[in-house]
């Protein structure tokens, strides 16, 4: 295996200008939905019973995004390893990476699960319970804000070769490719 491309977003665009990019993407998410679906819910009450299951699903988000990510690879029976680490008090960082490289459809595909699984059941539920929905679309912004890194990543993955193999370690991708192909 030659290696291709190594992928450090870290390093290529620097962690502040990650941090609010992502920042403006949520905010901006946020604007774009709210508008649409305030005009469909008009004055719905808003329920506040909904604030404690709000806050503990922001509190949990994080970790529900790496698991969504780990999802299909259990599916796959591909081996993986949850890496939690304890930065600051309130925000513990959760990553995960696989024990062996992966193919770029079941790379592209655990990138891709948060998405589906998480930001798209979101948008329905804001579409679908008025009462709710405020809190629905603040939780779907912050997930797409969270998966900025994501979407960049499967930007990179799907430029690589067609049968190249992706490997993933805690702050990089690496895309390999066979020498005989």
Known sequence: ??????????????????????????LLTFIFLYIPLSVKHGTANLNESGIIPFILAILFLPAMHTFVHMLPLMILNKRTRLIYKRNMIFFPVTNYYTKKY??????????AAP????????????????????????????????????????????????HAYIENSSDEIVILVNRND
Do not use: E
């Open 102 to 111: 992966l193919t770029k459809k079941a790379s592209l595909l655990a990138t």
């Open 115 to 162: 998405t589906l699984l998480i930001t798209i059941p979101g948008i329905l539920g804001s579409w679908l319970f008025s009462t709710y929905y405020v809190y629905f679309l603040i939780f779907t912004a912050a997930h797409i804000a969270l998966s900025f890194k994501d979407i960049l990543y499967m930007a990179y993955i799907s430029k690589s070769p067609k």
């Open 1 to 26: 295996m030659n290696c291709w491309k190594i992928i450090n977003l870290d390093k290529k665009f620097g962690m502040n200008r990650l941090h609010s990019q992502s920042l403006l993407i949520g």
